[in-house]
């Protein structure tokens, strides 16, 4: 008999597919409409779960799978998974660190661009008749350059860094945040986030979101100031989402980039209206190379794991 195992999040590569249903039963609950009920009927089975980082696992969901032997998160943030509740359990938990990271970076570089250059604005103006309208070069406003601009990063993990080669071949001079300095960078250490802000044009959120919750405030926003742009490919919950929107209402920053929300896919319908805000539905890892990869990090993750062994690269055993 094939093991069993629960899949939270759809996985859009088919070949991955194939292999996990080629290995597994697999018990999809993005597809049940009484989820409760599905999970009553078929939990006491699941030997393992894929879940994506956004999503991760509740305690109460994991307590109610007694045959649990392994947690792959289809991710790389485990902020919604509690992985001392996991350790204590002795549950493996997995994420797919490395396979996403040249995509992540891409995304954050094509946010400050688009943000900066006011590149949707351009297409919506073609696209919309405006330019047919107005055809005077003076019917646009300038945007702002990117290039040599100060980029600060917030979290310089493997995707903070691959964002600091991207800048740097812009030219940008790059300072970072971090919990420590870290003793192989090049680039100059702000223990203070604050003052990061305050030397940085554009603020680049790339840190897990574990603890760090709230630490974009308004203090923050303001000390970027009004020429300075916010880009997150991290997590929604680093931000207060309600200061962001007041920062950009008043000028108090030029503008934003964002992939991420506190409460995805519910977006603040203000952002909506302001032409220097670019807005992406958590699209960072969304390529194929990407998915192909961090689907093999998983099927890795669930053999070795329904294997009774420590899977590579396990948080929690
Ligand atoms: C994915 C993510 O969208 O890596 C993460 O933590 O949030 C994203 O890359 C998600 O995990 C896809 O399942």
């Known amino acids: 008999m094939k093991p069993n195992v629960l899949q939270l999040n759809p996985i859009l590569v088919p070949a991955v597919n194939d292999k996990l249903n080629a290995l597994y039963t697999v018990h999809r609950l993005f597809e049940q409409q009484d989820k409760v009920a599905y999970l009553k009927e078929h939990g006491g089975l699941i030997r393992g779960v894929i879940t994506g980082g956004h999503t991760g696992i509740s305690n109460e969901m994991i307590a109610s799978l007694p045959a649990l032997q392994v947690i792959a998160v289809n991710g790389v943030g485990t902020d919604a998974v509690d992985l001392q509740f996991a350790r204590q359990r002795g549950i493996p938990v ?7 990271t040249e995509d ?12 900066c250059r006011q590149i949707c604005f351009g297409h919506g103006y073609v696209t919309s008749g405006g330019w047919k309208q107005n055809p005077h070069p003076g019917a646009i406003p300038l945007s702002t350059r990117f290039s040599g601009k100060r980029v600060g990063i917030v979290g310089m993990g493997k995707v903070g860094r691959a964002i600091a080669v991207r ?6 001079p790059i300072a970072y945040t971090d919990l420590r300095q870290i ?12 003052q990061l802000a305050r030397e940085s044009d554009i603020l680049v959120l790339a840190a897990a979101a574990d603890k760090a919750h709230g630490i974009i405030n308004a203090a923050v926003l303001d000390a970027l100031g009004k020429d300075g742009y916010l880009i997150n490919i991290a997590r929604g919950k680093l931000v207060v989402e309600q200061d962001l929107v007041d920062a950009l209402s008043r ?7 964002l992939d991420v929300f506190v409460d995805e896919p519910n977006v603040p319908e203000a952002l909506f209206k302001m032409d220097n805000v670019v807005l992406q539905a958590h699209r960072a890892s ?32």
């Open 94 to 100: 997995t994420a797919t660190f490395g396979a996403l």
């Open 104 to 115: 992540v970076a891409d995304l954050a570089i094509g946010l400050i661009l688009t943000t």
């Open 167 to 172: 800048a740097a071949a812009f030219g940008c």
């Open 183 to 194: 003793d192989d960078m090049p680039h100059r250490y702000v223990p203070d986030l604050l």
């Open 251 to 257: 000028g108090a920053i030029a503008g934003a980039g």
């Open 286 to 317: 969304a390529t194929n190379e990407s998915r192909t990869a961090m689907g093999e990090m998983v099927l890795a993750s669930l053999a070795a794991g329904l294997a009774g062994q420590r899977p590579e690269g396990s948080l929690t055993t």
